[in-house]
Nanobody, 119 residues
């Protein structure tokens, strides 16, 4: 099984920056793709950015040029650098990973970290 713990969320002013981290732990043989999702109250959870095991990235159109996803495979950690944040991006941000554990490939979710963009 895989446990994911997000950190780095908080209150930031519009135009500000935050760096989120997601640390994976548990018993697994390999972590495949990883991604960041966000969910605001009353809205569907949406993909913000993803990164493959080889470092290929994908971003939602709304965050291109402002957010950067990265991963440190040696540390089993993923990051999301967010810049020029907008109030409408206030949401709980979740880490997701596809990992092989006990011979099976499965998706796992972190508990989420709150990001609030407000003056």
């Amino acid at each position: 099984q895989v446990q994911l713990v997000e950190s780095g969320g908080g209150l930031v002013q519009p135009g500000g920056s935050l760096r989120l981290s997601c640390a994976a732990s548990g018993r697994f043989s390999v972590i495949n793709a990883m991604g960041w999702y966000r969910q605001a109250p009353g809205k569907q959870r949406e993909l913000v950015a993803s990164i493959s095991s080889g470092g290929v990235t994908n971003y939602a159109d709304s965050v291109k040029g402002r957010f950067t996803i990265s991963r440190d495979n040696a540390k089993n950690t993923m990051y999301l650098q967010m810049s020029s944040l907008k109030p409408e991006e206030t949401a709980v941000y979740y880490c997701n990973t596809n990992a092989r554990s006990s011979g099976l490939n499965s998706n796992y979710w972190g508990q989420g970290t709150q990001v609030t963009v407000s003056s």
